[in-house]
């Protein structure tokens, strides 16, 4: 009986996407902090200097942000904890690559992208590393010496994938993650388990991430995945072209945005505030301006 809800919901989900159509016939337009509304009209394009104007606004914020938090921003010391630090990071050695693997950002597509980049025998970026250059599968950044975690962190194009945090949650709860009978009590697990000892499915992305520590060279909001993935490629010099996978994200991003009204329903004025408090983080550092958490962020900051 448990799972109810959750069918009941997915018949919700395909109604939204079936009346989501509506919602996303909207101008482009760059929010405070490079929160960009996309719009999925065919045939409209993200052109190369909006992207780069987003890039830079959205940096802006997580530099501001990484000044006044406190957050690690050096590497430690010692290797186990920089395995600890650096766990939710992966490498391509052979494209040059580093990313934060966040599940429910898009990163699924992503990684389905860079194994195929990844079997392309001709392709190779010249960058100088002082280590030979090595041809296994995507690696834990952490299983590296400091030396080459330096020399990764100052040469790689470095790519990180957000996403509004409530809607992170909803996508554990649908996925199935643990045995909650609905969403208000699967929430209120969450809260009891604390940050400390989170699920990476729904820890904040800051915690998850280290975008204080590592200086991301793009930060790609889910929702325009393609276009954004499109011109970043390009820069770093890889031929993905018609490799990029079919993304999903627009439809997805407004159909939860009408699903987050419905689910934020079910939880009581306590719960909303402990989950703002929860993702205090990410709500500061990116840009999350329509996320339902958001206004609630100033009346539980102390």
């Not at 490498?91 to 990684?111: F, H, N």
């Amino acid at each position: 009986m448990r799972f109810l809800p959750r069918l009941g919901i997915s018949a919700a989900l395909g109604i939204a996407t079936f009346l989501s159509w509506r919602l996303l016939l909207r101008s482009p337009d760059t929010g405070q902090g490079g929160d960009l509304v996309p719009k999925a009209e065919e045939g409209f394009t993200l052109t190369l200097d909006t992207f780069l104007h987003v890039q830079q606004l959205r940096k802006k914020r997580l530099r501001a942000f990484c000044g006044r938090s406190g957050k690690v921003t050096t590497l430690p010391r010692s290797r186990e904890e920089r395995a600890r630090l650096l766990s939710s990071l992966r490498v391509s050695t052979k494209l040059d690559l580093l990313y934060c693997q966040a599940p429910s950002t898009g990163i699924e597509e992503w990684q389905q992208l860079l194994k195929k980049l990844e079997e392309k025998e001709n392709v190779t970026l010249p960058v100088l590393l002082p280590y030979p250059r090595q041809r296994a599968p995507e690696m834990q950044l952490g299983e590296f010496n400091l030396t080459e975690i330096e020399a990764m962190l100052g040469s790689y194009t470095k790519v990180l994938f957000v996403r509004d945090p409530f809607q992170r949650l909803i996508s554990a709860f649908m996925q199935g993650m643990g045995s909650s009978p609905s969403f208000s009590s699967f929430v209120q697990d969450v809260l009891d388990v604390g940050q400390h000892n989170a699920s990476v499915t729904w820890k904040p992305l800051v915690s998850l991430c280290r975008p204080c520590l590592v200086q991301y060279d793009y930060v790609v909001v889910f929702g325009f995945l393609r276009q954004e993935l499109g011109h970043l490629l390009q820069r770093a010099g890889l031929p993905a072209g018609s490799l990029l996978p079919r993304f999903t994200d627009t439809q997805a991003r407004w159909t939860y945005s009408w699903l987050s009204e419905q689910m934020f329903s079910e939880l009581s004025l306590q719960q909303k505030k402990q989950l703002s408090r929860f993702y205090r983080w990410d709500l500061s550092a990116f840009p999350f301006s329509s996320s339902l958490l958001t206004g609630l962020l100033n009346t539980t900051e102390t």
